[in-house]
C-alpha cells in the first residue's frame, strides 16, 4: 500500500472506530503523523483526499474538521465524476438506476402516507407537455427524489440522486432529439403514481423499469448510430 493510500486509511480508520466524530477538529499536522506514524508530506495528500471526497474540512487558518458525513454530501462528487467521463459512463450509470429505480419505487409504494401521495401527485400535475425540455428534466429530479425520501433511506436516496443529476444531459439530449419523449415521460410518471394510489408495488416497479430503460435503450441505440448530441 502506497504511504498516501496508509495516511487516507489510518484517518479513516480513526473515524470508523469513533476516535473522530463528525465535526471533530482534527490534531495538529505534526502531532497526527506522529501519532499515525506518517510523513507529514503524505498526511497532507490524504488530508487533501479525503478533502475533495468531503469526507473533511479544511479551514485555512483554522484547522481541519470532519464533515457532517451526511450521506448526501459524501454522495456529492458523484456526478462531477460523472461528468469526466464519456458516453460509456452515461450508459453505466444508466444500468445502475434500471437496477436500483424499481426497487426503491416499490419499497416507496408500501411505506408511502396519505400526504405523500398528495404531494407525489403535485409534482406530477406541476408541469405538461407544453413545458420546455430542462423544465421537463428538473421536473423529473424532483419526482424521482421524493419517490426515493418515500422510500426512507437516506443513502439511496442520496445515491439515485447523484445518479439522476448526472444523466440529465442526456435526458435533455433525448428531449430535443426523440418525437414525443416529453408526453412519454409524463405518461410514465402518471402511470407510476397510479401505482402508488393502487397500494400496487410490483406495478410501481415494472413502470419504474419502463421509464428508465426507455431512455437507456435510447441513448445505446442513438450512440451506436453515431448521432452527435446537440449543441446547448
Known sequence: MAVT????????????DGQLSPGDRLPPEKELSEV?????????????????????????????YVTSLEPHLLLDAMGFVADLYGD??????????RVLEPYITGRAVEQATAAQLTELRRIMNA?????????????????????????GN?????????????TARARVWRGLAQERSISRT?????????????????MARSWSKVHIGGVEAWLRTTLAGGQAEPAS
Open 186 to 202: 409524463l405518461d410514465e410518471h402518471r402511470a407510476i403514481v397510479e401505482a402508488f394510489e393502487a397500494h400496487d408495488p410490483e
Open 5 to 16: 493510500e496508509e495516511a487516507i486509511f489510518r484517518i479513516k480508520e480513526m473515524i470508523v
Open 88 to 97: 460509456q459512463s452515461l450508459l453505466e450509470i444508466f444500468e445502475v438506476r
Open 154 to 166: 437516506a443513502y439511496l436516496t442520496s445515491l439515485l440522486d447523484g445518479l439522476s443529476s448526472a
Open 36 to 64: 499515525l506514524g506518517l510523513s507529514r508530506n503524505s498526511l497532507r495528500e490524504a488530508v487533501k483526499a479525503l478533502e475533495l471526497i468531503k469526507v473533511l474540512d479544511v479551514r485555512r487558518g483554522d484547522g481541519t
Open 127 to 151: 408541469v405538461d407537455d407544453s413545458k420546455d425540455v430542462e423544465e421537463l428534466v428538473a421536473h423529473d429530479i424532483q419526482f424521482h427524489r421524493q419517490i426515493a425520501q418515500i422510500a
